[in-house]
């Protein structure tokens, strides 16, 4: 709600919830009209719905949203069975139909679109891209519907398809396969997933994600190889540093300089908007050898404290990302077919840690 408040060419004007008494207190603070779920596309007013109910209920809804022509901000996932998300594929697909995005914050992440400008200019698609993410349970209550598969998906598909989605973005590949393995605590509440993901061409990732301590101890980190060229970290799941070390020629040293000297536009994410505590410095050291050299360069959104302001320009780069696709009747940076794929490959992550077995994501229907 604030993200879409101070966004221009949105105007929030009603919050639907079926616990009424979270609708009002939601439209108070935000100064909304609260409404009953089935009367908001009632609303004449009402171009765009943002869906935040759990996932279980995602694709309905967005149906329901686009089936009345209105355009859709989805939280991931996209749904939590692929028939679903087909469905919601074919109706947000089209060239006149209304546009659907998903809340991939890391998508709207400046150190992510630093590391692809890189990728772009000297590094290309990494061979390995390795999620730890060690999470904080403390919010999730004994009762809470994140631990409910049938509801949340399981984590794969609530949390998971977050860094499925940055992952394949990064490598430029869907995976081909996938292998994984939970862990239950006594009372049967699986709480951490390990998961293994072959990429075309000999590309892996990783990703292990385990929602077991407070707070305080939450600690997250994403390694990023390319092998000879390069290799370095993102630091927190919601990336606030990075950190890599790049051995280069003269012209790749080159192009490393511009983007760390026009910090502006090589962090740039539209509808992001910088705190002006962003910096990207480098270090530089000749390798004795003429004309290469190493370089360690480093960025930072303002460190841990800025977390919860680079999530809110996040989502407010996305709520951009989908006001500028219906404005101009172009697509949206984060498409439906990419919240399909990596609900594809989140599904089968989940499948594999099920049943043990090795799983082939399914791919997109023609
Ligand atoms: N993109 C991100 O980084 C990010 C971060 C956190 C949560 N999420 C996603 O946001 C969604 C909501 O998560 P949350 O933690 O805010 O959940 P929550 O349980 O705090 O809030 C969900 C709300 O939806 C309401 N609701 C449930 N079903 C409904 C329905 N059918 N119609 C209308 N209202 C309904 C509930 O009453 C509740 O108020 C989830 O999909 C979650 O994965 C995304």
């Not at 009345?68 to 069975?81: D, I, M, Q, Y």
């Not at 698609?125 to 403390?138: G, M, Q, V």
């Not at 090589?266 to 705190?275: C, E, H, K, N, Q």
């Not at 303002?302 to 996040?314: F, M, N």
Request: aromatic share 6%.
């Amino acid at each position: 709600m604030e993200a879409a408040a101070e966004l221009p060419g949105l105007r929030p004007v009603a919050v639907a919830d079926r616990d009424r008494a979270r609708a009002d207190a939601l439209a108070a603070l935000h100064r909304v009209e609260p409404c009953e779920p089935e009367r908001l596309l009632a609303d004449q007013r009402v171009s765009v719905v943002a869906i935040a109910t759990p996932p279980a209920d995602h694709a309905r809804l967005a149906l329901a949203a686009l089936r009345s022509g209105r355009h859709v901000f989805c939280e991931k996932p996209l749904a939590t069975r692929l028939e679903d998300a087909t469905e919601v594929l074919a109706a947000a697909g089209g060239d006149g139909s209304p546009r659907l995005t998903v809340d991939y914050v890391l998508r709207r992440n400046p150190l992510y679109a630093l590391v692809a400008r890189l990728q772009e200019a000297l590094l290309g698609p990494p061979r390995r891209f390795a999620l730890e993410n060690l999470a904080s349970d403390e919010h999730l209550g004994r009762d809470h519907w994140f631990w409910d598969r049938e509801v949340s998906g399981g984590i794969p598909v609530e949390h998971g398809v977050h860094f499925f989605d940055a992952g394949a973005w990064l490598l430029g590949s869907q995976p081909e396969r996938v292998q994984a393995l939970e862990a239950a605590r006594p009372d049967g509440r699986v709480d951490t997933v390990l998961a293994a993901a072959s990429h075309p061409g000999g590309a892996s990732a990783s990703y292990a994600h385990s929602f077991a301590r407070p707070d305080r101890a939450e600690s997250q980190w994403t390694t990023l190889d390319w092998g000879e060229v390069a290799n370095g970290r993102l630091y927190g799941w919601i990336p606030v540093e990075l950190e890599l070390d790049i051995r280069t020629d003269g012209a790749g040293l080159a192009a490393v300089q511009a983007l760390a000297t026009d910090q502006r536009t090589a962090l740039a994410v539209l509808g992001y908007r910088p705190s002006g505590a962003e910096r990207i410095t480098l270090e530089l050291a000749s390798r004795g050898q003429p004309g290469r050299w190493d370089l360690r360069l480093r960025a930072t959104l303002g460190g841990q404290a800025a977390k919860p302001r680079v999530y809110r320009e996040s989502v407010r780069a996305g709520l951009a990302d989908l006001v500028g696709a219906i404005t101009t009747g172009g697509r949206p940076a984060v498409t439906p077919t990419d919240a399909w794929t990596s609900l594809s490959t989140a599904l089968a992550t989940q499948e594999s840690a099920t049943t043990g077995t090795a799983t082939r994501p399914r791919e997109l229907p023609s």
